[in-house]
């Protein structure tokens, strides 16, 4: 809710509220209809009108608005309405428009955020990335699937959705500010219950640090889950996807070169990130099992990675990997889920065993 009669501050704070995704009720003076007034999300008062808000019922959410930074009774009447922040425009704007923008959107629990990097080449990360955002959604989570490798070939063509319609990262290559986070999901993809952020087909498109934090920032604003799929290699941008992660999975095969190969990636990932853990995939060679990887990466080992038979005869098919429930990735998937489904929660996760064996 807006209250003022200034009309070049009405215009200011209207702009505020179109960057934040938000509509705004304006008013020129407190409402009279009763319990309008602490329904508002959140209450913008302009310095014009402090006086006409006097005696309204305390609540939080207010906020004094104006721009005469010497106005040596802003803070009385700041105390006389109750409002928890005085603002002076235009230093206050990028602040205040966070402010509209979780009013509109509503503060919740964060989405527990879970990124996947393989250990090397062909490990499997995109997959398993896949199969974990297909089973939570398919669980009921809200779900978004992000797409962070521009040479992984699009994580949309593992839904079977390249043709979908929908917005890519070409499309907020150039964020900086604020993404609604409605906004985004609104305006993905939507493929197998879930929303799916992937690359285009055009010419590659390198995605700043402000614009992964931007859309990342979205994503988890919404709650449920987001996975991400990492390449192995850390710039700016993966730094800043690695930074807003809750956990991050390495994919690891069960062989001596990709061991040493996933060492320079988890170096380069454990930097940043401060918590990472193993998924091992068999099959292994001599002597090497899921214990082994993870104990000679020094890292914690979430499981074995099960190789479903005709996986690839079911993307084939269109069916995405972990789409068929019954099959031994998804069970993976789903223990993981259930046992790691809210931060706070994942010092509890064990070892994931899940039955089917490997390949």
Request: charged content about 25%; glycine content about 14%.
């Amino acid at each position: 809710m807006i209250v003022t009669e200034d009309a070049d501050l009405l215009d200011d704070l209207l702009r505020l509220c179109a960057a934040a995704g938000a509509v705004p009720e304006v008013r020129h003076g407190p409402p009279e209809e009763r319990g309008c007034w602490e329904r508002a999300p959140l209450v913008l008062v302009g310095d014009d009108a402090a006086s006409r808000c006097r005696g309204v019922p305390r609540r939080r959410g207010v906020m004094l608005v104006g721009r005469d930074h010497d106005d040596p009774d802003v803070w009385r009447s700041a105390v006389e309405i109750g409002a928890e922040y005085v603002l002076r425009l235009p230093d206050s704007e990028g602040w205040l428009v966070d402010q509209i923008a979780n009013a509109a959107e509503g503060v919740g629990r964060s989405a527990l955020t879970v990124g996947v990097l393989g250990g090397r080449g062909g490990a499997g990360a995109s997959t398993l990335a896949c199969a974990l955002a297909v089973t939570a959604a398919r669980s009921g989570r809200r779900t978004m699937l992000i797409d962070g490798d521009p040479l992984g070939g699009g994580i949309d063509v593992l839904l079977g959705g390249e043709e979908a319609e929908g917005l890519r990262w070409p499309d907020f290559a150039r964020s900086k500010g604020r993404v609604g986070g409605g906004a985004l999901e609104e305006s993905l993809p939507a493929l197998h219950g879930l929303r799916a952020l992937s690359w285009g087909r055009g010419e590659e498109t390198t995605v700043p640090p402000q614009a992964m934090q931007s859309v990342l920032a979205a994503a988890r604003r919404l709650g449920g889950v987001v996975v991400v799929d990492l390449p192995r290699r850390v710039d700016e941008g993966v730094a800043e996807a690695l930074a807003q992660l809750d956990v991050g999975l390495l994919v690891v095969p069960g062989e001596l070169r990709a061991v040493a190969a996933a060492q320079r990636v988890a170096a380069a990932a454990g930097a940043v990130l401060d918590d990472l853990r193993v998924v091992a995939r068999g099959p292994y060679t001599a002597g090497l099992d899921e214990e082994w990887v993870a104990h000679a990466l020094g890292l914690p080992l979430v499981g074995d990675l099960p190789m479903e038979p005709g996986l690839s005869a079911d993307q084939d098919s269109g069916r995405p990997p972990g789409g068929n429930s019954r099959g031994v990735l998804a069970r993976f998937c789903k223990e993981f889920w259930d046992r790691a489904d809210a931060p706070g929660h994942l010092d509890g996760v064990p070892v994931l065993h899940t039955g089917g064996g490997t390949s």
